[in-house]
């Protein structure tokens, strides 16, 4: 039996809810809106959405407060935050206050549906959101996401702030193959107008300051043709 | 900065020369230097004191004078940067402020005509126009981004290997839809030394030599050629992007980099006038420099010159 499972959209925007909802109805969820932070919260409690597609700019509370309140209260339901791509701040922001993924409006809805699906998919895995994990760590590496460093034998890396994105993304990402498309996707945020060359230029640079052999490779993987891969079996860190 | 330590050593000029003149006669005139001098001995000490208190007297005008217009020049030099600095920040705030007015209302189209697609079948002209549309507008809204992200963006300072960095930014113009064809050469001096690195952001510096390649592939025909010239003086690498398209008439020349300004040439090619303006505030954002010279009907040359590392 196919479960049906529900998404609560927040927003500020009647006009975008009046056609949002309607389209994630027909891609097979049920759906519920709310207009600002308090009837977010009111929703939540009565609905209990298996994922919520939050705003940033809603009225009091906004949607990094929803997030923080939702958090603070042990709700762990999957958070996609409506923000802006690509910018680091932002991201650590988004990231401070617990949510899994972010998407920058105007975004094309498929990619929304894609997104809640994979959040569904590792709710129904129980596998540990790395996405709302400050720190993170494999042996002898460690990064904190919010401050943005990176330490390897407990030596700071001296990494520039494209190439923790990337190392950032793959090790949220463990043992998955991740293009290069996906990367310049995930990482330089407005079209970029790069070639993957771009990733490439990252990775070495990643590789140099973690020592790692590409040959013989303790971290980052090449996966000939597609991308790169993190090998380590990643933790999250107290 | 440097301006008012010009100020300053101007203002230590004029203070100190009278001073220093004054204190020089006074002591000729108390020396021996010169024995006809002392005929009048007495007078001619009291003289000197005389000399030497009004030297005093007016190097210390000179150099009350000289501080008052150094504090009023440094003044207004402040209320200048402090003036420029709220009419940018004012600007900064309208284009995020337009960018966000114009991403709800984008977004909306965007659900509908998927969700036409996802009820109807789709591909038919009229949705396809609509498509067209809403990718013009997505791209002027990444653009407005791109230009208030340049505000905040904390700039990379690495070395940047702009030989390099061309190459690879040729291959992904000519990669892009629609603009194969051209015949686009990179000339790089290289002799008696290598070119030197530029420090700066190697995204960003891309984007900004990407945006100039297009705008050549944009004005120009396939079979057309485009010129990336290399040199560096010692203290500069200067990169040339030239093309033989129809040029740019000198009326829009002054205008060129302002945002949303759209020149004659421009009406029937794709584009939004923000390209030009996003390069100008990446080469700024490097302390460097872009100029600009065309002809009409027979091309136009950008001029990009990056301090050398």
């Known amino acids: 039996m196919t479960s049906i499972y529900k998404v609560l959209i927040v927003d500020d925007e009647k006009s975008f809810l009046d056609v949002l909802a309607p389209f994630l109805k027909r891609a097979g969820f049920l759906v519920e809106t709310a207009l600002d932070g308090n009837t977010a919260l009111a929703r939540i409690k009565q609905f209990e959405p298996d994922v919520i597609v939050l705003d940033v700019l809603i009225p009091e509370p906004d949607g990094r407060e929803v997030c923080r309140r939702l958090r603070a209260l042990g709700n762990w339901t999957p958070i996609i935050m409506l923000s802006q791509i690509g910018d680091p701040q932002e991201r650590a922001m988004s990231l401070g206050e617990g949510a899994d993924d972010y998407l920058n409006k105007p975004f094309d809805p498929g990619e929304l549906v894609a997104r809640i699906r994979a959040l569904l998919r590792r709710a129904r895995q129980f596998q540990p959101s790395f996405a709302s994990a400050h720190r993170l760590a494999f042996g002898p590496l460690v990064i904190d996401r919010l401050s943005r460093r990176a330490w390897l034998d407990k030596r700071e890396l001296a990494l520039s702030a494209k190439a923790f994105s990337v190392l950032e993304y793959l090790m949220c990402h463990p043992d998955q193959v991740i293009t290069r498309e996906q990367l310049l996707d995930a990482i330089w945020g407005w079209d970029y107008p790069a070639t993957t060359r771009t990733v490439d230029v990252r990775i070495a640079e990643l590789r140099k300051q973690l020592k790692d052999d590409s040959k013989a490779p303790r971290f980052i993987e090449t996966i000939i043709g597609v991308g790169y891969r993190f090998v380590g079996s990643v933790e999250v860190c107290a | ?309």
Request: glycine fraction near 8%; include cysteine.
């Open chain 2, 1 to 309: 900065m440097t301006m008012t330590s010009t100020r300053l050593r101007y203002a230590l000029v004029l203070g100190g020369i009278p001073s220093i003149l004054g204190l020089s006669l006074a002591l000729v005139l108390q020396s021996n230097i010169f024995p006809n001098l002392l005929l009048k001995g007495q007078i001619i000490i009291d003289l000197g004191t005389l000399m030497l208190l009004s030297s005093l007297m007016l190097s210390g005008i000179a150099w009350a004078g000289s501080f008052l217009s150094w504090y009023c020049l440094r003044r207004g030099a402040q209320a200048l940067a402090e003036e420029s600095k709220r009419h940018t920040d004012k600007h900064h705030r309208f284009i995020r402020r337009l960018e966000h007015e114009m991403k709800t209302p984008l977004a909306v189209l965007q659900v509908s005509l998927a969700s036409l697609d996802q009820q109807y079948c789709p591909g038919d002209q009229e949705r396809q126009a609509v498509r067209s549309a809403i990718a013009r507008l997505h791209r002027l809204i990444q653009d407005l981004r791109k230009l208030a992200d340049l505000e905040t963006y904390s700039l990379e300072q690495k070395p940047v290997d702009l030989a390099e960095l061309l190459q690879e930014t040729i291959s992904a113009v000519q990669d892009a839809p629609g603009r194969s064809g051209r015949s686009i050469s990179l000339i790089t001096s290289r002799i008696p030394w290598p070119l030197a690195s530029v420090k700066g952001d190697r995204d960003l510096l891309m984007l900004a030599f990407y945006n100039l390649l297009d705008n050549a592939c944009k004005f120009t025909h396939p079979g057309d050629a485009i010129e990336v010239r290399i040199r560096e003086d010692g203290t500069a690498v200067t990169v040339d992007v030239a093309d033989n398209g129809p040029g740019i008439a000198e009326e829009d020349l002054p205008y060129l980099f302002e945002e949303l300004y759209r020149g004659k040439n421009a009406r029937n090619i794709e584009g939004n006038g923000l390209g030009l303006a996003v390069v100008k505030k990446i080469v700024e954002c490097h302390d460097g420099r872009i100029t600009v010279r065309s002809r009409p009907g027979q091309g136009t040359v950008f001029t990009v010159q990056l301090p050398q590392l």
